[in-house]
């Protein structure tokens, strides 16, 4: 039993190579550019997919009440899509919705969610246990599972992700770009910066390399991890010089900070946005906050997901002291987020650190949070327009508004009155395209 803290229901792992096993045409694709086939050969799979986008005139879709994703609320919805796009939103439908293509009855329509924190390349390998580079997985067996993890997490209402991150990410990326594999729009840091040897103007080189390679943003770490306590690692110069390298680049900076003295190195030497945070206090907290800084806490899922496949993660060689450093953690973060709550001006945006078994789960972090003292709606809204802005997408995703793209979800019942509604994804579109 875990200390004090939300705690998420039994529910069984998402088994993603299983049920992607209906998906095979449409993941031909991935696993031929897996075992190295050329991409003109999977492009000619990809020209006949269900998944490529086509313009077949306009879509309705109608629903007892609707979110905006900026804190409104629409009641008798009628959402008209072409070409991939919202072209309307229409309140108090009225007799026009019994004409409409999709017609969802008394459900809630949002935008489709946002996740900033994720690393769809965690999977549990053959044997049972984490995948690592010399387990003995096919390069086939690895592309399939990872597809699933995004899939999972399609279905689970979740439209974007940040992944942060990993090098299969661009391949991953690119092909939900082109409509190969059914998953969310993908921004990948493609690495993470950890080696504290390296000299200012080297991380520098780093940084410029990254965005060459098409990286989307840099993601740096600022303190160990847990169960070494979240320590300081990089220097203040060393911060400095990544941050501001990226900066210089156009790419936002992503930083794991555990302990209070990484958070606020981090927020001074103007990195863009803080994960985790777990030990930090209101001095941080407020700092942040003075700084414009962005907040992505995480209060029960990562944790609990280790907890709850106690046994798969020990064979991955996870020790008895990090469990119960983990089973600790969940009391301290939701402390930590209560008071994240109420400092003034401090941008929280919603992201869950999913791994391995908790894609396709990612709802249970909102519902944590609500529990924590979140008003639904807002933290709603923190995983619509709140996390799109602070993603550079703000124009794009995230609302419910004329001509953004039509990435649009729908849950049975209504969130901001039971948030648990939120696990009852009934309608998932991306991009204008039904997948659900």
């Known amino acids: 039993m875990v200390p004090s803290g939300p705690v ?5 792992p998402v088994r993603s190579f299983t049920r992607l096993l209906r998906w095979t045409v449409m993941l031909r694709p991935i696993a031929l550019l897996a075992v190295g086939l050329p991409l003109a050969s999977a492009a000619l799979y990809a020209q006949n997919s269900p998944l490529t986008p086509r313009d077949t005139g306009p879509i309705t879709v109608h629903a007892a009440r609707a979110l905006d994703g900026r804190g409104a609320r629409i009641n008798d919805v009628l959402v008209t899509v072409r070409g991939g796009k919202i072209v309307s939103v229409r309140a108090n439908a009225g007799p026009a919705a019994a004409r409409a293509t999709y017609e969802l009855g008394d459900a809630t329509l949002m935008p489709g969610l946002i996740d900033a924190h994720v690393h769809p390349g965690w999977y549990i390998n053959r044997a049972g246990a984490l995948h690592t580079p010399r387990d003995g997985d096919t390069p086939a067996q690895s592309a399939l599972a990872r597809a699933g993890n995004l899939y999972a997490t399609l279905m689970a209402g979740f439209t974007t992700v940040q992944s942060v991150g990993g090098p299969e990410d661009l391949d991953l990326r690119d092909a939900v770009n082109r409509w190969q594999i059914p998953g969310p729009r993908i921004l990948t840091s493609i690495t993470q910066l950890t080696d504290t040897s390296l000299s200012p103007d080297s ?12 990286a989307d943003l840099i ?11 979240g320590q300081r690692t990089f220097s203040d110069a060393q911060l400095e ?8 680049q156009g790419l936002r900076t992503v930083v794991h900070a555990i302990s209070a003295a990484s958070v606020r190195a981090a927020t001074l030497a103007g990195c863009m946005e803080i994960e985790h945070g777990t030990f930090a206090t209101d001095a941080e907290l407020q700092l942040m906050a003075a700084h414009g800084t962005i907040f ?3 209060v029960c899922l990562v944790f609990q997901n280790y907890i709850d496949h106690r046994d798969i993660y020990a064979r991955s060689g996870f020790t008895g002291a990090a469990f119960t450093a983990l089973a600790d953690a969940i009391p301290k973060a939701t402390e930590m987020f209560r008071h994240a709550l109420a400092t003034p001006n401090l941008r929280i945006i919603f992201g869950t650190d999913a791994v391995a078994l908790a894609h396709g789960r990612n709802e249970e972090e909102l519902i944590c949070r609500v529990h924590a003292g979140q008003p639904p709606i807002d933290a709603l809204t923190s995983a619509e327009s709140r996390t799109a802005d602070a993603l550079g997408l703000g124009d794009r995703v995230g609302s419910l508004v004329a001509g953004y793209d039509a990435d649009l979800v729908a849950v049975r019942g209504d969130p901001t009155r039971d948030i648990a509604a939120i696990r009852n994804v009934t309608f998932v579109m991306r991009g204008g395209e039904v997948f659900k």
Do not use: N
């Open 8 to 12: 998420l229901p039994a529910r069984p």
């Open 241 to 248: 010089a990544i941050c501001g390298e990226a900066k210089t």
């Open 203 to 214: 991380l520098r080189g780093v940084v410029r390399a990254l965005e060459a390679r098409g």
């Open 219 to 229: 993601k740096l770490f600022a303190s160990s991890g847990l169960g070494a306590g």
């Open 296 to 298: 992505d806490p995480q």
